[in-house]
């Protein structure tokens, strides 16, 4: 399976992973489990998938958990020793539905709507690329039998490497983690064609957009000459951002899957509009309500039906979701 290569389809989407995972903020935890989640959600069929990190002997945390497409509360519970956690953590090897029929699956706790039957799962170790230990694991699963092949579980695994190297490289001084070793055509870091150029550009200028906007708004109190270049800084990234967006649809629309899901499909008009804003922005609530003209209670309230439509727990997933559309249990 090592020798093994990943079809096109899966290469650009584990790719626009490996960016986005690249470019997240610090600490940026939610944003980087969506990004896991809308990736595999894009290729396979997922009805749940969560994320969970061990503690102790028998116990694990599950801070990320998505039963449909409604995003759970965080849970912590001790695992059995014949369930897929502890195969997981003793192995560190993937574990697929089909090894046993889903025999280390009944041993698990249940979550979301318990009289549903996952009937094809697939989980794989978080190792800490620093120490070897598995620190945790990722798990999909399908209410549909005969789904995750051996190309789908392969792209969990991967996800999972690159997650976890996300986390290392917080506190890493370089990037020395080795991680596409066995997969160099994910590498983002080797620029493929225009797209790529295109997309890392963009998500370079965008970062800087965010950090301009703030020093616009540090300096705005005090006015003078300091805020107006400031402000006029700002005008020139937002300018900067639509030109590049422009070049990037040039570049990728005429490839673009025409019967691909739309995510923002269950948005009302204002929804979509409060979307873009947050994705290409970043804008507070306060800020939409001054540019659209409505009060902040509202804002907030087309805010939580976007994360919740979306599948997002947090603003930060907005742009993510946009950008790399979703298709479309138990614990082990």
């Keep these: 399976m090592a020798g093994a290569r990943f079809s096109p389809p899966y290469v650009d989407r584990l790719r626009a992973a490996d960016r986005w995972l690249r470019t997240s903020d610090r600490d940026a935890h939610a944003v980087r489990y969506a990004v896991c989640r809308t990736t595999i959600s894009a290729l396979t069929r997922v009805d749940s998938f969560y994320i969970g990190f061990f503690r102790e002997e028998d116990t694990v945390f599950i801070p990320y958990i998505y039963d449909h497409d409604q995003f759970l509360r965080p849970n ?72 995750y092949d051996d190309e789908a579980i392969r792209a969990l695994e991967w996800l999972g490497r690159a997650l976890m190297h996300s986390f290392a490289r917080d506190t890493a001084a370089q990037d020395e983690l080795d991680l596409h070793t066995i997969y160099p055509e994910l590498d983002t870091s080797n620029m493929r064609d225009e797209t790529d150029l295109i997309d890392a550009v963009s998500s370079r200028v965008n970062r800087l957009h965010r950090q301009i906007r703030e020093l616009a708004e540090l300096a705005s109190p005090s006015g003078g000459p300091v805020a107006e270049a400031a402000h006029a800084l700002q005008q020139l990234s937002e300018t900067t951002l639509v030109e590049i967006g422009d070049l990037f649809g040039a570049f ?81």
Excluded at 286 to 301: F, G, M, N, P, W
Excluded at 319 to 325: H, M, R, Y
Aim: cysteine-free; aromatic content about 4%; charged content about 25%.
């Design 252 to 332: 990728t629309g005429a490839g673009q899957d025409p019967d691909a899901p739309d995510p923002a499909a269950e948005l009302t008009a204002r929804e979509r509009e409060i979307a873009q804003l947050i994705a290409r922005d970043g804008v507070s609530n306060a800020d939409l309500a001054r540019q659209l003209h409505i009060s902040e209670k509202t804002v907030k309230t087309h805010v939580g039906n976007v994360l919740r439509k979306l599948g997002v727990a947090q603003r930060a997933g907005i742009e993510l979701v946009l950008s790399t559309p979703p298709r479309g249990g138990s614990y082990s």
């Design 76 to 147: 912590i519970g001790r695992y059995s020793k014949h369930g897929v956690s502890h195969w997981i953590r003793s192995s560190k090897q993937p574990y697929a539905y089909r090894d046993d029929g889903g025999r280390r699956l009944t041993n698990a706790m249940p979550f979301g709507d318990i009289s549903e039957v996952s009937l094809d799962a697939m989980a794989v170790p978080l190792i800490d690329p620093v120490t070897g230990e598995v620190a945790g694991l990722m798990s999909a699963q399908s209410l549909e039998p005969h789904v």
